[in-house]
């Protein structure tokens, strides 16, 4: 199984029809889709820097960022299966469906490691993929990304998240980081 995540910025890029409806058609059992948070995230950063609320409260609004941006993929290819948690994306998986994760069962009270903008949907896919034993691990950026970038140099440049890297040394299968134009290349990208 892999887990396939699907940047929040790709919200208004033609290719991202093209990877649901691969993914839809390809990964049915296999794959579970983490939705990054795009707008509905940014809206969160920039609500928290005008009224100054903590890092739980941002969070939280992220992550129904997040959720609102898999009931945006699943309105763009209803094949597609919303899951609020871990045990929802398991069934998911083993009904044959490509479930959509919407990470409702990361709502805090309390901070915590998650509870912080070092973490975003792209360490969070990853922290999803240990829990799930994920077989290898697909973040999908609006951007080029530089071929053979390890993971500290895609968090300089700002490609991915500061704990990145962190949650990549916590995992064994591959992760591997690609542009969103090359949605073609799934097959070749779900390989070990």
């Given at each position: 199984?892999?887990?396939?995540?699907?940047?929040?910025?790709l919200?208004?890029?033609p290719?991202l029809?093209?990877?649901l409806?691969?993914l839809?058609?390809?990964g049915?059992?296999?794959v579970?889709?983490?939705?990054?948070?795009?707008?509905?995230?940014?809206?969160a950063?920039?609500?928290?820097?005008?009224?100054?609320?903590?890092?739980?409260?941002?969070?939280?609004?992220?992550?129904?960022?997040m959720?609102?941006m898999?009931q945006?993929?699943?309105?763009?290819?209803?094949?597609l299966?919303?899951?609020?948690?871990?045990?929802?994306?398991?069934?998911?998986?083993?009904?044959?469906a490509?479930?959509?994760?919407?990470p409702?069962?990361?709502?805090?009270?309390?901070?915590?490691?998650?509870?912080?903008?070092?973490?975003?949907?792209?360490?969070?896919?990853?922290?999803?993929a240990?829990?799930?034993?994920a077989?290898?691990v697909?973040?999908?950026?609006?951007?080029a990304?530089?071929?053979g970038a390890?993971?500290d140099?895609?968090?300089?440049?700002?490609?991915?998240?500061?704990g990145?890297?962190?949650?990549?040394?916590?995992?064994?299968c591959?992760?591997?980081?690609?542009?969103?134009?090359?949605?073609e290349?799934?097959?070749r990208?779900?390989?070990?």
């Amino acid at each position: 199984m892999w887990v396939v995540k699907l940047g929040g910025s790709l919200d208004r890029n033609p290719v991202l029809r093209d990877w649901l409806e691969r993914l839809a058609a390809e990964g049915a059992g296999r794959v579970v889709i983490v939705p990054g948070g795009g707008r509905f995230a940014d809206a969160a950063r920039e609500a928290q820097q005008h009224w100054g609320f903590d890092d739980v409260a941002g969070h939280n609004l992220a992550v129904l960022g997040m959720a609102q941006m898999a009931q945006l993929l699943k309105g763009l290819c209803p094949a597609l299966r919303c899951a609020r948690d871990e045990t929802e994306v398991r069934a998911q998986l083993a009904a044959g469906a490509v479930p959509v994760w919407m990470p409702l069962d990361l709502l805090r009270e309390a901070p915590d490691e998650l509870t912080n903008w070092g973490v975003t949907s792209d360490s969070l896919a990853l922290w999803l993929a240990a829990r799930l034993q994920a077989e290898g691990v697909i973040v999908v950026k609006s951007c080029a990304v530089p071929s053979g970038a390890d993971e500290d140099a895609l968090v300089q440049a700002g490609i991915v998240d500061a704990g990145f890297a962190a949650y990549r040394a916590r995992l064994e299968c591959p992760v591997r980081v690609v542009s969103a134009t090359d949605w073609e290349a799934l097959p070749r990208l779900m390989t070990p």
